[in-house]
């Protein structure tokens, strides 16, 4: 798939969602988040992306080592 492909097919998800959270009325229990679409969406998304971002900055401040680092003889 191309990126192109990629992201219209989250635009389609993320519509669809939105749609469907607008669409099902559900009786608000809890906090104001509750109330607003779309909310849990965004921070699922937002989530997502600090976890990656995390992930990658852990790899190169040290875990990922060049070839040269590894001793020669590996048991």
């Known amino acids: 798939m191309t ?3 990629v992201l219209g097919a989250m635009t389609v998800c993320t519509v669809s969602l939105i749609a ?4 099902t009325v559900q009786e608000v ?3 104001w988040w509750h109330r607003v679409t ?3 969406l965004l921070i699922g998304f937002t ?3 600090a976890l ?3 992930a990658k900055a852990l790899g190169k401040l040290g875990l990922q080592r ?3 680092e590894h001793p020669e003889t590996e048991p």
Do not use: A
């Not at 469907?20 to 669409?23: A, C, K, N, P, R």
């Open 66 to 68: 060049s070839e040269h």
């Open 29 to 31: 229990h809890g906090g």
């Open 38 to 40: 779309g909310f849990d």
């Open 3 to 5: 990126t192109r492909q």
């Open 47 to 49: 989530g997502c992306l």
């Open 52 to 54: 990656v971002w995390g």
């Open 20 to 23: 469907v959270e607008i669409v």
